[in-house]
């Protein structure tokens, strides 16, 4: 019975050390920074939207940000609720969209909010 187990520990032992380390360094590099990596999306979304939002569309700096924000914080508020629910939210917001004459912006926070959703779930699970 004792010499299978010494076989296999053999067997693991002639494994390089490179390849050890690639395969550890790898997977732990990433699950360690997932969360960062997330947040820089989020980030970069955010900087797009505002960017979008004052150049591109020649809107006031303080609502936009505002309006971003409050993306922001609306998504961290709804991240656990059921998918029906952010369905619901973005339709919302496109509607405001339409009544404010700011469909493109409000499509953009849209965006904006689900990334913020799937960044939030994805850190958590």
């Not at 303080?62 to 961290?76: F, N, Q, S, T, Y």
Request: charged share 15%.
């Amino acid at each position: 019975m004792s010499e299978p187990q010494n076989y296999v520990k053999k067997e693991e032992q002639r494994v390089s050390i490179k390849e050890r380390r690639k395969k550890s360094m790898g997977g732990a590099l990433f699950a360690e920074n997932q969360s960062m990596l997330m947040l820089f999306a989020v980030l970069i979304v955010v900087l797009a939207v505002i960017l979008i939002g004052i150049i591109a569309l020649d809107m006031p700096v303080v609502p936009v940000c505002v309006i971003v924000l409050l993306e922001a914080g609306i998504a961290a508020c709804l991240h656990d609720v059921p998918i029906w629910l952010h369905a619901l939210a973005v339709l919302v917001q496109i509607v405001v969209g339409i009544l404010c004459g700011a469909v493109i912006f409000m499509i953009l926070c849209a965006v904006e909010y689900l990334t913020g959703i799937f960044a939030l779930r994805f850190i958590r699970d």
